[in-house]
């Protein structure tokens, strides 16, 4: 992309970084007819959508290597390895959905390798899954010969259900193998088996039968039925009141999303239709290597792929008994006629092996997306309805010269790419480009990030702290943070505003958008969420940056626009006057807070005789009296503060602390290390103000050192202290709403 963009003409450049929404006809046919005739353009084109170059497509013999790989790591027993092998040979192998019955067993055998690997693992409900499918692809499939063991699929299928204590399926499943198992000996193992298992069924006075099916990644619960009304304003635009007062907690809103893309960074790890984590046994995309989903139900609502029985397989039924082949039936057939499948399937039309949605951003994919839905649904020259009935606002002009050039070249090459892969033609023009352009913007500014929570678990130590030896294992601590893993348009979504004191809370199940309010919302009052950063996390100039820089507009919330306690404290020094609580401002936040706003509002909720209230009562005009602030000096008793040395000391400090956090994750924490983080947090006490969210990091970083080494006490003691702070960085402004 950079060679192209370095080849356009500098004054051709100019044109687009100062183009406006009615200039863009004119500057998006000015770039489309140089690409024209620029050879290299046409090379990419061809490089990222013709088939004939496909990086993403099936490969069979790349599929093969990766399972020879495989059988090698699991006869060395490094069966971790092994299921990561027969996973990537999963994706890689063809499978034909028509004829190609080599094919089929291969990928059939695979399903069985894996299988047996995730038995070797005790995973056996992913075990069971992966037998069931290697049979929905071949169900006479009798046995893979691994280490001159018979290794059959529903003879391994039977193991899994026995060792789930599923003993009426295991029976069944035995019963099946015995009856398509070709050899005697096999036959006489599968008997003995059985007998064993007949043996079990008897002495087990209640056997709970567990349904362990393909992961559901649908959720049913509660459904909004609050009334919402749509309004603008001058300052905000549109905007989503409710006509009544709206109780903390409730339900708001709930949405599935208009097209959603998975982040480059989370494709080996999330679903690529649910974004939930993946499983050890996940299923590939059949026609191309890019996708992983965490079941066959997931698969199809991405692609639209069913995979259909073979009739001939209709006469392996009939030659088992009939209760025999009603259930072996029954485990086949696979209910897809049940799934709730869109017109529109948003991998189906990247699914050719071609790599351009390897290759361009997760935005433009998901732009990508929503054409296709048009593409494939409007005649192609009702592009200008259709953006207009997207109804999502856009940001072009407010985008920088950069931005903007980029949004046309990635027009241009995204609809040359779609015109391969969609399978349609269509007039590329400059309407239909700066329709894009628009596309691209309004995705800029309306696309949600879809997030997950990671837990991080750190267990306990063996050794001694001090005097006090300690156990491995007695003590676990645990860390959640939250992981961007998508992007995905919600069009109502999209009309709730932002507010860094937001009083309404988004969250993810699965594709669905959740909004529950965190405060009381008075009638006719807005519903805001945060697009990320809130008060109390970041300070206001980094607030502003982020959410001019992600979104393309300056916020004028409250925590933006008023002097609210967060913001002065947050990364706040500590007077040098060890008895004054008062607070040391650097340049930086001094000149953000002398920008907004001098309005303080006193609330009936804030303590008027804590500190952190008499800190922001002398930062503006209150009562008529006024001080005047600078930089370096105390805003309490106006001593000046030597801020270099502090930063100095600080910074000395963190780098202790951050030897801690390195001990804990390499579970190599010592009493010296220990030692020293407390001292360093003294230090950090002494030059940083008691609410610097600095000092709450440095305490929770030692309670859970502590609680690792089974100090509990002193742990529990460090855990109170870090809270506290983060308590106090709550006190809010929109407390006194």
Request: net charge neutral.
């Amino acid at each position: 992309m950079e060679t192209l963009k370095a080849a356009i003409p500098e004054n051709l450049k100019r044109a687009i970084g100062d183009s406006d929404v009615d200039d863009l006809r004119s500057t998006c046919s000015s770039l489309h007819r140089f690409f024209l005739h620029f050879h290299p353009f046409h090379q990419m084109i061809t490089e990222l959508a013709d088939p004939k170059y496909a990086l993403c497509a099936k490969n069979k013999d790349a599929a093969l290597k990766s399972r020879l790989l495989g059988n090698q790591c699991f006869s060395n027993a490094d069966y971790a390895k092994a299921l990561d092998c027969y996973t990537q040979a999963l994706r890689e192998a063809p499978l034909d959905t028509a004829s190609d019955m080599e094919s089929n067993l291969v990928v059939a055998t695979l399903y069985i390798n894996r299988a047996t690997v995730l038995h070797k693992m005790s995973l056996i409900v992913e075990c069971l899954r992966d037998c069931t499918r290697a049979l929905q692809i071949c169900p006479s499939y009798a046995k893979v010969v691994v280490a001159k063991d018979i290794d059959a699929a529903w003879y391994r299928r039977g193991k899994a259900n026995a060792s789930l204590g599923n003993y009426k399926n295991a029976i069944c499943d035995l019963n099946v193998a015995k009856s398509v198992e070709p050899s005697m000996g096999g036959k006489r193992q599968i008997e003995g088996e059985l007998k064993i298992l007949l043996d079990q069924c008897k002495s087990t006075t209640a056997v709970e039968q567990i349904q362990h099916t393909e992961n559901n990644c649908n959720t049913v619960g509660e459904m909004p039925h609050i009334k919402l009304q749509r309004v603008s304003t001058p300052d905000k635009g549109r905007g989503i009141v409710s006509s009544c007062v709206i109780s903390p907690g409730s339900l708001v809103h709930a949405e599935e999303p208009y097209a959603m893309i998975i982040l480059k960074q989370c494709r080996e790890t999330h679903c690529h239709y649910c974004l939930n984590d993946l499983p050890a046994d996940r299923v590939p995309c059949i026609l191309c290597s890019i996708p992983l989903y965490c079941s066959h139900q997931c698969r199809i609502r991405a692609t639209g792929q069913m995979f259909k029985i073979y009739p001939e397989y209709n006469g392996f039924f009939k030659n088992l008994p009939s209760d025999l082949g009603e259930y072996a039936a029954e485990v086949i057939q696979c209910n897809d006629s049940e799934l709730e499948i869109g017109d529109i399937t948003e991998h189906k039309h990247e699914c050719q092996g071609v790599h351009w949605p390897m290759v361009l951003p997760s935005e433009i994919v998901l732009a990508g997306r929503i054409l296709a839905r048009f593409l494939l649904n409007i005649p192609p020259e009702d592009i200008i309805n259709f953006v207009e009935r997207l109804e999502l606002s856009h940001c072009y002009k407010q985008m920088s010269s950069e931005r903007k050039l980029d949004s046309h070249i990635y027009a241009v090459v995204l609809l040359y790419c779609l015109q391969h892969s969609c399978g349609i033609m269509f007039s590329i023009d400059e309407v239909f480009i700066s329709q894009v352009v628009i596309i691209i913007s309004q995705i800029k500014v309306n696309c949600m990030t879809v997030v997950r929570l990671k837990s991080i678990d750190a267990h306990g130590l063996s050794g001694r702290f001090g005097e006090f030896p300690f156990q491995s294992g007695a003590h676990s601590t645990s860390n959640v943070e939250q992981v961007r893993v998508g992007k995905a348009i919600y069009k109502a979504g999209s009309l709730f505003n932002h507010s860094c004191q937001p009083n309404t809370h988004a969250y993810f199940l699965s594709r669905t958008l959740y909004l529950r309010t965190t405060n009381v919302v008075a009638a006719e009052s807005q519903l805001e969420l945060s697009y990320g950063p809130q008060v109390g996390l970041w300070d206001c100039k980094d607030r502003l940056n982020f959410l001019k820089d992600e979104y393309a507009f300056l916020c004028q919330c409250t925590g933006c626009s008023e002097v609210n306690l967060s913001d002065i404290v947050l990364n706040a020094f500590h007077c040098v006057n060890t008895n004054c609580s008062g607070t040391v401002l650097e340049s930086r936040v001094h000149d953000s807070e002398k920008q907004k706003i001098k309005h303080f509002p006193i609330s009936d909720h804030v303590d008027k005789n804590a500190d952190i209230y008499e800190v922001c009562l002398r930062v503006f005009k209150q009562n008529g009296a006024s001080i005047d602030i600078q930089p370096g000096y105390c805003l309490k008793c106006g001593s000046y503060c030597d801020l270099e040395s502090s930063r100095a000391a600080v910074s000395k400090a963190l780098t202790c602390i951050k030897r801690l956090q390195d001990a804990i994750l390499s579970q190599q924490i010592s009493s010296i290390t220990i030692s020293d983080a407390l001292k360093s947090l003294r230090l950090l006490r002494l030059n940083l103000h008691a609410y610097n969210k600095l000092i709450a990091e440095a305490e929770d970083s030692i309670a859970q050192a502590f609680c690792l080494v089974g100090e509990l006490q002193l742990s529990l003691d460090h855990c109170k202290a870090s809270i506290q702070v983060f308590k106090s960085l709550s006190l809010r402004n929109s407390d006194s709403s």
